[in-house]
């Protein structure tokens, strides 16, 4: 199993780019990139900041394949 994530999908759905989302819960945009891309898995603490800054669900955010 590996960690996934919608982040892309529903930073576009809040018309944010990767630096508004970056910026709104203190991290780079490269940090945003990495996630996005699996490169990185976010500590609980920041997949908390991203699925509030979201508005969406922790479980809606992050899932396993």
Do not use: C, H, W
């Amino acid at each position: 199993m590996e960690l996934k994530n919608n982040i892309k999908e529903y930073r576009k759905k809040k018309r944010l780019t990767q630096e508004d989302l970056a910026s709104r819960v203190g991290v780079s945009r490269q940090t945003i990139i990495s996630i996005e891309r699996y490169r990185y898995k976010p500590s609980l603490e920041l997949g908390m900041k991203i699925a509030e800054s979201l508005n969406v669900r922790i479980e809606k955010l992050f899932y396993f394949e």
